[in-house]
């Protein structure tokens, strides 16, 4: 079968065929294919899948949605996070046909297909979420190839891991957001819309690709330097954390998810890949300065292992996992989970005036 769409109602049979051998039944939807392949995580946010599906960070990867019923208010070009779609297909147990919602411009199934996106819809969404917990995220092929097709492209899949992403989704060249009085450079290692709309309010903000050297970042003298969200394995970005190395306590500097790790990675922490992820808008984090807990929004593979040239200044209450640092001398501080999350809650946006008091 070529590329294609249909309607509901006409969709053909698909698999789901994991790298270890598990197999999904479901119907082939938005951009039809015989065989689409990549690293499959879970997401449980409960909305806000046009912003998954937007967000470069999940380029290289397929996201199957927990939550059963996705697309239920359709789609709105003012909830892009990006010019594209990134992630290599989605996952889910019932695609709506019929969308509900005043500022829908089209449903998700067309919107999907109009930007080459394949899907699966009817997959046992709940067993399948079960099985990438028990045994972690992992490669897959989806289509509607046959079994033993599928099963082949599965097991040639790649995953994330030592990969380069970040390079397949930075901007070829610099451009301005914002107008305010301070000059911020953002790096662009996969950036989305809502943080440079944040950052912006703060500054002009000069976004630059992800392989701009540090010496010309400290040409244009700004008052500060934020470290995007990004794709792949932070131990492949050896000359983006030397960058960050260069910059630390010449400008204040703020990180986010990936700019986070390579924040960390440049004060001499490591990273290492988690199981099967972070990937939801619910996720608990103590704020060890007071103890507060924040709910947050997150979307990672990887984590910070330690830090010995920082402070912790925030914990998953999860599993531990380290989400936040500060190091007073370098006037730097990240955070692993995402406090610009829209939709999502937004218990951590005081963080952007933490950021806007460190410029002067």
């Excluded at 997959?123 to 917990?133: A, C, F, G, S, Y």
């Excluded at 990180?255 to 808008?281: E, S, V």
């Amino acid at each position: 079968m070529t590329s294609g769409t249909v309607h509901d109602g006409e969709r053909p049979r698909a698999l789901l065929v994991l790298a270890d051998g598990e197999v999904f039944e479901g119907e082939a939807a938005g951009d039809v294919r015989p065989v689409s392949t990549g690293e499959l995580v879970f997401n449980t946010a409960l909305s806000g899948y046009q912003e998954v599906l937007t967000d470069p960070s999940y380029a290289g990867q397929v996201v199957a949605f927990t939550y059963p019923h996705i697309g239920n208010y359709g789609v709105s070009p003012e909830d892009d996070e990006s010019g594209r779609v990134h992630c290599r297909g989605v996952v889910v147990r019932e695609l709506t046909t019929e969308p509900s919602n005043w500022r829908a411009a089209e449903g998700l199934d067309r919107w999907l297909a109009r930007r080459g996106v394949p899907a699966v819809t009817g997959v046992d969404t709940r067993r399948l979420t079960r099985h990438l917990r028990d045994v972690g995220a992992m490669p897959c092929a989806f289509g509607t190839a046959s079994e033993s097709a599928l099963r082949a492209a599965a097991s040639e899949a790649l995953p994330t891991d030592g990969r380069d992403l970040v390079s397949e989704v930075t901007t070829a060249a610099p451009y301005v957001r914002g107008s305010g009085p301070h000059r911020i450079v953002a790096y662009d290692f996969g950036v989305k819309e809502t943080m440079l709309r944040h950052l912006g309010r703060l500054g002009t903000v000069t976004v630059v690709p992800a392989s701009t050297p540090a010496a010309e970042v400290l040409a244009a003298e700004p008052h500060g330097v934020f470290l995007s969200n990004g794709p792949g394995d932070p131990a492949a970005l050896g000359a983006q954390t030397a960058a960050v190395a260069d910059l630390l306590g010449k400008v204040p500097v703020f990180g986010i998810c990936l700019g986070h790790q390579l924040l960390c990675t440049a004060l001499g922490g490591t990273t290492f890949k988690l199981a099967f992820g972070h990937h939801g808008t619910n996720h608990p984090v103590r704020r060890l300065a007071d103890g507060a807990v924040e709910i947050t929004s997150q979307n990672h593979n990887y984590a910070v292992a330690r830090v010995p040239g920082a402070e912790v200044t925030h914990v998953n209450l999860n599993d531990g996992v380290v989400e936040g640092v500060r190091s007073r001398s370098a006037a730097a501080f990240s955070v692993q989970y995402h406090p610009e999350a829209g939709p999502g809650p937004h218990d951590a946006g005081y963080l952007f005036a933490e950021f806007a008091g460190m410029l002067g």
